[in-house]
């Protein structure tokens, strides 16, 4: 079933990118994702930790949430990027992530990176260094919404 969601999932993302349905075309696009599934079942075979697609109730509660952040993030900076210069104030700040669960940090720091105007740098031991185009950005981040809504979805630690 892992292999099959998969197969379906890249099959799908192939033909969104590609959009041309011809013999020659479809031919590439299927050994392109055939080379993808023996490289997912060598690195299973590998760690032993079969990754499964996210679907269910948290995926679908998550990706809502993140297009909306990602929606406000992307009007905050072009209000930034038209408005007066001042108002960029380039920030560098540590934020500690120990209390999200170790594997949804990368989610966690990667749910950053997608909302224009930050961007993760580093995720090393429970901390995720952040970049962003204001202070307060950096501000909104401490006060842990994000990380709370993930924790929230995808669950804790304790």
Same mark, same amino acid.
């Given at each position: 079933?892992?292999?099959?969601?998969?197969?379906?999932?890249?099959?799908?993302?192939?033909?969104?990118?590609?959009?041309?349905?011809?013999?020659?075309? @479809?031919?590439?696009?299927?050994?392109?994702?055939?080379?993808?599934?023996?490289? /997912?079942?060598?690195?299973?075979?590998?760690?032993?930790?079969?990754?499964?697609?996210?679907?269910?109730?948290?995926? @679908?509660?998550?990706?809502?949430?993140?297009?909306?952040?990602?929606?406000?993030?992307? @009007?905050?900076?072009?209000?930034?990027?038209?408005?007066?210069?001042?108002?960029?104030?380039?920030?560098?700040?540590?934020?500690?992530?120990?209390?999200?669960?170790?594997?949804?940090?990368?989610?966690?720091?990667?749910?950053?990176? /997608?909302?224009?105007?930050? /961007?993760?740098?580093?995720?090393?031991?429970?901390?995720?260094?952040?970049?962003? /185009?204001?202070?307060?950005?950096?501000?909104? @981040?401490?006060?842990?919404?994000?990380?709370?809504?993930?924790?929230?979805?995808?669950?804790?630690?304790?």
């Amino acid at each position: 079933m892992h292999i099959a969601k998969w197969t379906v999932l890249l099959a799908i993302f192939w033909l969104l990118l590609s959009g041309i349905i011809e013999p020659l075309m @479809l031919f590439f696009g299927v050994a392109s994702v055939i080379i993808v599934l023996i490289a /997912l079942v060598r690195m299973d075979a590998v760690d032993k930790e079969p990754k499964a697609i996210g679907t269910g109730i948290p995926f @679908l509660r998550y990706i809502p949430w993140l297009i909306g952040q990602i929606t406000l993030s992307s @009007l905050e900076v072009t209000k930034m990027v038209w408005g007066a210069p001042e108002k960029v104030s380039p920030t560098l700040a540590t934020l500690d992530a120990s209390d999200v669960p170790e594997d949804c940090r990368a989610l966690y720091a990667n749910s950053i990176t /997608l909302t224009p105007g930050t /961007l993760s740098v580093d995720l090393e031991d429970g901390d995720v260094t952040v970049h962003a /185009l204001r202070q307060t950005s950096i501000d909104e @981040l401490k006060e842990g919404h994000m990380k709370n809504k993930i924790i929230r979805i995808w669950g804790s630690n304790s």
